[in-house]
């Protein structure tokens, strides 16, 4: 089961893999770009680990941002992973040391591998550890390959951060067109845009996160009374 469980893992994490390798690779380059070492390419890969926030981090550094601005701004940009967290209390629970490195690890490509259980015949507690550990795996590479081709080549990095955005897009439509139920993608994007009319660019991404979270619940609820389950 162990060798299947891993085998399982690998090959779910190969569409992340081909995302994060092109990530990390623009992450490294812009952090180089920048004039930090491919070493800090390493810590910031391993120890952060949050791939918007490590780009939104390149920008902090190189412009002297206070303690205090930084802290708020990882706030506001990570705070999605609250109710990601929540969703996965249940799937997460006794998972002994290994508890901690998922609650790390869990990053929104990894949550939408995991977020539906482990495979038939797999251990969940192994499969959830492989695939954390695969993705992250995957981005460190990316990262320090970036920092060297970013150390080795000169050339002009605008428009590089888009690659994260470019990401999200992507799994949003895989997500979308293989779910049996559309109404959660759909909920997502209407409550999305809603927030961002109301409370603009630059702060409608909490209030679209608490709406989300409510319209869902509602219809969690709503399916639940009507006998379809959650």
């Given at each position: 089961?162990?060798?299947?469980?891993?085998?399982?893992?690998?090959?779910?994490?190969?569409?992340?893999?081909?995302?994060?390798?092109?990530?990390?690779?623009?992450?490294?380059?812009?952090?180089?770009?920048?004039?930090?070492?491919?070493?800090?390419?390493?810590?910031?890969?391993?120890?952060?680990?949050?791939?918007?926030?490590?780009?939104?981090?390149?920008?902090?550094?190189?412009?002297?941002?206070?303690?205090?601005?930084?802290?708020?701004?990882?706030?506001?940009?990570n705070a999605r992973h609250i109710f990601y967290g929540i969703s996965?209390?249940?799937?997460?629970?006794?998972?002994?040391?290994?508890?901690g490195y998922l609650i790390f690890s869990l990053t929104d490509e990894?949550?939408?591998?995991?977020?539906?259980?482990?495979?038939?015949?797999?251990?969940?507690?192994?499969?959830?550890?492989?695939?954390?550990?695969?993705?992250?795996?995957?981005?460190?590479?990316?990262?320090?390959?970036?920092?060297?081709?970013?150390?080795?080549?000169?050339?002009?990095?605008?428009?590089?951060?888009?690659?994260?955005?470019?990401?999200?897009?992507?799994?949003?439509?895989?997500?979308?067109?293989?779910?049996?139920?559309?109404?959660?993608?759909?909920?997502?994007?209407?409550?999305?845009?809603?927030?961002?009319?109301?409370?603009?660019?630059?702060?409608?991404?909490?209030p679209s996160m608490v709406a989300i979270t409510v319209v869902l619940?509602?219809?969690?609820?709503?399916?639940?009374?009507?006998?379809?389950?959650?």
């Open positions: 089961m162990r060798s299947k469980t891993v085998k399982q893992a690998f090959l779910a994490s190969i569409p992340v893999m081909a995302g994060y390798l092109v990530l990390g690779i623009a992450f490294g380059i812009l952090l180089e770009d920048k004039g930090y070492h491919f070493g800090w390419a390493i810590l910031m890969s391993v120890l952060i680990y949050a791939g918007s926030m490590q780009f939104v981090t390149v920008n902090l550094l190189s412009g002297g941002a206070s303690l205090i601005s930084a802290a708020i701004m990882t706030f506001l940009v996965m209390l249940s799937k997460y629970k006794g998972m002994g040391k290994s508890k990894t949550f939408a591998l995991v977020c539906n259980g482990a495979p038939k015949d797999c251990d969940p507690k192994k499969y959830y550890v492989c695939v954390s550990f695969f993705n992250q795996c995957y981005w460190v590479i990316g990262s320090v390959v970036g920092a060297l081709i970013g150390s080795a080549i000169t050339f002009n990095t605008a428009g590089i951060d888009f690659a994260m955005t470019a990401l999200f897009v992507t799994i949003f439509t895989e997500q979308l067109l293989t779910a049996k139920d559309c109404f959660p993608a759909v909920a997502g994007v209407a409550c999305s845009v809603v927030c961002l009319l109301v409370f603009g660019a630059e702060s409608f991404l909490i619940l509602v219809y969690g609820a709503l399916r639940k009374e009507g006998g379809a389950g959650i």
